[in-house]
């Protein structure tokens, strides 16, 4: 995956990057109408939106939504429930049998907090999540965020800082309440 990653708009990579985004909307779009049972239409879809097949035993339940899919790293046996957001501009992994609730949202994208510069530029940082994850129905977490192994993320987290192995965080601001 790619580090900490500032972007020009207006730039040759942004109306690439741009360009990506409306086709994959688009894809979404398409996966998102489809009939539950549809395997074959979805698995093309998938296909073309993260540019390979879902790996073994991966299952995503749509609506689901990104906004590059390119830089989405699924491993095998990842559950993605209904309703989630992947903006993967700066690069999310998914480690083995992650499990991720319904209306979760991944952020590695954003802007400068100087004003000066907000407009000039797309800010990004990678999210990484170690093998047998649960990240809890309407979490969100945001650019550089790091979790830990067999780690679970409460429902409803807001998840800005690292979290560690084998812990359980909770709140508007994660805060670790135990660990094991």
Known sequence: ???????????????????????????????????????????RLFEQILGKPLPSGATIYPPFYTDHGLHLDLAERVFINQNCTFLDY???????????????????????????????????????????????????????????????VAAGAVVADDVPPASLVTGAKAAVHRRW
């Open 1 to 43: 995956m790619s580090s900490d990653r500032l972007m020009r708009i207006h730039s040759a990579e942004f109306r690439a990057m741009a360009e990506r985004v409306l086709r994959v909307t688009e894809l979404t779009s398409r996966l998102n109408v489809l009939p539950f049972d549809d395997e074959a239409g979805k698995a």
């Open 90 to 152: 700066a690069g999310i992994r998914l480690g083995a049998r992650v499990m991720v609730g319904p209306k979760v949202t991944f952020i590695t994208g954003g802007h400068p907090v100087d004003p000066a510069e907000r407009r000039l530029y797309l800010t990004g940082a990678p999210i990484d999540v170690a093998e047998n994850v649960w990240i809890g129905a309407g979490a969100t977490i945001l650019p550089g965020v790091s979790i830990g192994r067999d780690a679970v």
